[in-house]
């Protein structure tokens, strides 16, 4: 049974810094992954969607990896701004299409 | 092109009653999920739809939970009786075949149930 696991749990960073957001996986057969985004009491938006024939993927200041070998994909976010302070959800699609998600990193950029 | 559409967006019940979701998937999409979020954790699927036919159900509660998509299109999501544990985020999502390899999810707002 697959499972993801994001590091750490919670982040808050001053704005202007570069971070890196952490998802893991242990079944390394995916299809795809997708990183998303949550605001509090919203629904979720895609952000990035990387095949597993890819190595990473770039929207503005986004930027996911993906290492399928070893389970990992890693979100790197750019001079980070407090519009960017919402939960971040790192997802794997197996060979049915189903997302198993992660529980998330809150994310928290100061002014 | 517009978006997933979920409705209503909030809803309070106390247990033992019944409650109903509703989820109109983007315009073309063949494929619909159904997910539970519960606060503080990621989305967990409980059914997922290829057309009007079932893909897994495999997670969803069947002794309360129930979830139908008449002509492939709209679907409905039902829990009867519910219980505090209920209490969570449904969200509904549709993908289609980008190309013969995406699936990407595009996910509805969600609908917020709170059991009392």
């Known amino acids: 049974k697959q499972e993801v696991t994001q590091i750490p749990a919670a982040l808050s960073v001053p704005e202007g810094e570069n971070l890196v957001l952490n998802c893991s996986f242990t079944?390394?057969?995916?299809?795809?992954l997708q990183w998303f985004r949550q605001d509090p009491g919203k629904g979720l938006t895609s952000l990035l969607l990387?095949?597993?024939?890819?190595r990473e993927q770039t929207s503005g200041r986004l930027n996911a990896s993906l290492d399928k070998s070893s389970g990992r994909s890693t979100l790197y976010i750019a001079a980070s701004q407090p519009g960017d302070s919402a939960t971040y959800l790192c997802a794997v699609s197996g060979s049915a299409r189903q997302l198993t998600f992660g529980s998330g990193t809150q994310l928290t950029v100061l002014p | 092109e517009a978006g997933v559409a979920q409705s209503p967006r909030y809803k309070i019940i106390e247990k033992r009653q019944s409650v109903a979701f509703w989820c109109n998937p983007i315009s073309g999409h063949a494929t619909l999920y159904w997910y539970q979020q519960i606060l503080g954790q990621g989305p967990k699927l409980l059914i997922q739809?290829?057309?009007?036919?079932?893909?897994?159900d495999s997670q969803l509660p069947k002794d309360r939970f129930s979830a139908e998509r008449l002509k492939g299109v709209d679907s409905t999501l039902k829990i009867q009786p519910a219980k505090l544990e209920d209490s969570a985020v449904y969200l509904c999502?549709?993908?289609?075949?980008?190309?013969?390899?995406?699936?990407?999810?595009?996910f509805g707002p969600g609908t917020r149930l709170t059991v009392t």
């Open positions: 990387i095949q597993s024939s890819q």
């Open positions: 999502a549709s993908s289609v075949i980008q190309g013969g390899s995406s699936y990407e999810q595009y």
């Open positions: 079944d390394s057969a995916i299809y795809n």
């Open positions: 739809f290829q057309n009007n036919g079932v893909v897994d």
